[in-house]
């Protein structure tokens, strides 16, 4: 079942928080590099939950990462690290914490080679997502296939965010979303 046909399918009410990601935020083009930035954390903190989870905590992830501003992140130190392993409100893995910290870092990186990361996003566009996948792996901490796929779907980069017959494809069509001009 795709995303959209999950999203039909839930009562009036239910579960809103899947109705409202899949309406205004997924597949949607980002043009900000700290919210392309949370987005990566997101992706990379479901992995091995469900993403009802996240959704569920993305306020959270939201506070706790001083609202995703990756200077602020890159410049986390032990103290930070065990404030993140303390708070309930997001999840409290090691391995993914210090992922968003070297991925912040990274990402400066990239901003002093590219402008931005979204200039650097746009710089390898288009790619396979298998090439995507290996040039992810070779620049980022914890970013496996499907946390890449993921990413790049719902960020705009690469296609299959909606089914073609969701209302919410048509909007994102007219934004002209990277996975366009392939």
Sequence with gaps: ?????????LASGEKDQHRNYHDYHYGYPID???????RLVLEINQAGLSWETILNKQA?????????DIKTVAGYDDRERERLLNDASIIRN?????????NANTILSLQGEYGSF????DSHHPKTKDEWVKLFKKTFKFT????????LMSTGYLP????????????????????KSK
């Design 1 to 9: 079942m795709s995303y959209c046909d999950y999203v039909k399918s």
């Design 32 to 38: 900000d590099d700290n919210e392309l930035f949370g």
């Design 60 to 68: 959270g992830f939201r506070r706790a990462y001083h609202n995703f």
């Design 94 to 102: 090691r391995l993914k914490i210090d992922a968003a910290i070297h």
């Design 118 to 121: 979204k200039n650097w996003l």
């Design 144 to 151: 496996g296939g499907e946390i890449v796929n993921e990413f």
């Design 160 to 179: 299959g965010a909606h089914d073609k017959g969701c209302p919410v494809y048509q909007k994102i069509e007219e934004l002209n979303p990277a996975w």
